[in-house]
């Protein structure tokens, strides 16, 4: 069974960083993407970015295009979401999610979801 933890949320200053990870278990598939979600207060969930676990490859929302990266560490089975420059906006509950696929571009079809970190950017 796929397991996906995150971890390294918490409050932070508007202008700051973080950092998330998100560790997995249980990943059998070999076609792997893996992607970040958050969802905010009242908002519906939104796509944040994908990485291609074979190639590293990413792909961004818009709104985070040059101020998160993505990253991923295959001997620790554990993928990041490097935050910089963080903005109110930004506060949300983050989640990791994961796909038997290839293809890191299309935005659907995850499969797998962990529980969430918590992140807050305070003005």
């Known amino acids: 069974q796929v397991q996906l933890a995150e971890s390294g949320g918490g409050l932070v200053e508007a202008g700051g960083s973080l950092r998330l990870s998100c560790t997995a278990s249980?990943?059998?598939?070999?076609?792997?993407?893996m992607g970040w979600f958050r969802q905010a207060p009242g908002k519906e969930r939104e796509f944040v970015g994908a990485?291609?676990?074979?190639?590293?490859?990413?792909d961004y929302a818009d709104s985070v295009k040059g101020r998160f990266i993505m990253s991923r560490e295959k001997a620790k089975d554990t993928m990041y979401l490097q935050m910089i420059s963080l903005e109110p906006e930004d506060t949300a509950v983050y989640f990791c999610?994961?796909?038997?696929?290839?293809?890191?571009?299309?935005?659907?079809?995850?499969?797998?979801w962990g529980q969430g970190t918590q992140v807050t950017v305070s003005r």
């Open positions: 990485i291609s676990w074979s190639s590293g490859e990413t």
């Open positions: 249980g990943v059998t598939f070999r076609r792997v993407t």
């Open positions: 999610a994961a796909k038997s696929s290839y293809i890191y571009t299309s935005r659907t079809g995850y499969e797998f």
